[in-house]
T-cell receptor, first 116, second 110 residues
Framework: GAVVSQHPSRVICKSGTSVKIECRSL??????MFWYRQFPKKSLMLMATSNEGSKATYEQGVEKDKFLINHASLTLSTLTVTSAHPEDSSFYICSARGGGISYEQYFGPGTRLTVT | SQQGEEDPQALSIQEGENATMNCSYKTSINNLQWYRQNSGRGLVHLILIRSNEREKHSGRLRVTLDTSKKSSSLLITASRAADTASYFC??????????FGAGTTVTVRA
């Protein structure tokens, strides 16, 4: 199946700093990428949908100024957590779909963010 | 928003036994998908069943869908220790967005 990578896999940052997480589709062009957040022992919560070359669409309750998403190319989307606080500590997962009528999404391995 | 609800929340079985988990959802769907997540990892797509299908098989996996009851089940036959993971159903409406259930944590004891 298609491969999606995320970098970094783990990051620890201090409160008040910003952290960028990259999501790359390695062997296909991703017209749409999705960013999810997952709390321990909980399900995935969709944060936003990003389409290449356009602004991301955020789900209700997700602060767009807090979680900046850039889908600059067909193989790369970035999520920047700005002015991170301990409550932003979570597991962030991206997924990508190639377009057309396929509903299948390919998930990255996730990024564990810890804000101290 | 989260649509699917899964039951049970946790399941512990002996290797070789079958594991069954259920998912219920609330709105009309285009298709329903099942995913597996190993601890601390990303999700692996297992199977997709369309709204006009009632049953689908893939290896040791069997998925059913009852749109009249808005429910689906995932059966893993002859379970192995490597099947230990969390399993999530996800519904898809017409906008390609996945809405995940709460998940079932399956532990297969050797």
């Amino acid at each position: 199946g298609a491969v999606v990578s995320q970098h970094p896999s783990r990051v620890i940052c201090k409160s008040g700093t910003s952290v960028k997480i990259e999501c790359r589709s390695l062997d296909f062009q991703a017209t749409t990428m999705f960013w999810y957040r997952q709390f321990p022992k909980k399900s995935l919560m969709l944060m936003a949908t990003s389409n290449e070359g356009s602004k991301a669409t955020y789900e209700q309750g997700v602060e767009k100024d807090k979680f900046l998403i850039n889908h600059a190319s067909l193989t790369l989307s970035t999520l920047t957590v700005t002015s991170a606080h301990p409550e932003d500590s979570s597991f962030y997962i991206c997924s990508a779909r190639g377009g057309g009528i396929s509903y299948e999404q390919y998930f990255g391995p996730g990024t564990r963010l810890t804000v101290t | 928003s989260q649509q699917g609800e899964e039951d049970p929340q946790a399941l512990s079985i002996q290797e070789g036994e079958n594991a069954t988990m259920n998912c219920s959802y609330k709105t009309s769907i285009n298709n329903l998908q099942w995913y597996r997540q190993n601890s601390g990892r990303g999700l692996v797509h297992l199977i997709l069943i369309r709204s006009n299908e009632r049953e689908k098989h893939s290896g040791r996996l069997r998925v059913t869908l009852d749109t009249s009851k808005k429910s689906s089940s995932l059966l893993i036959t002859a379970s192995r220790a490597a099947d230990t993971a969390s399993y999530f159903c996800a519904t898809v409406e017409n906008d390609y967005k996945l809405s995940f259930g709460a998940g079932t944590t399956v532990t297969v004891r050797a």
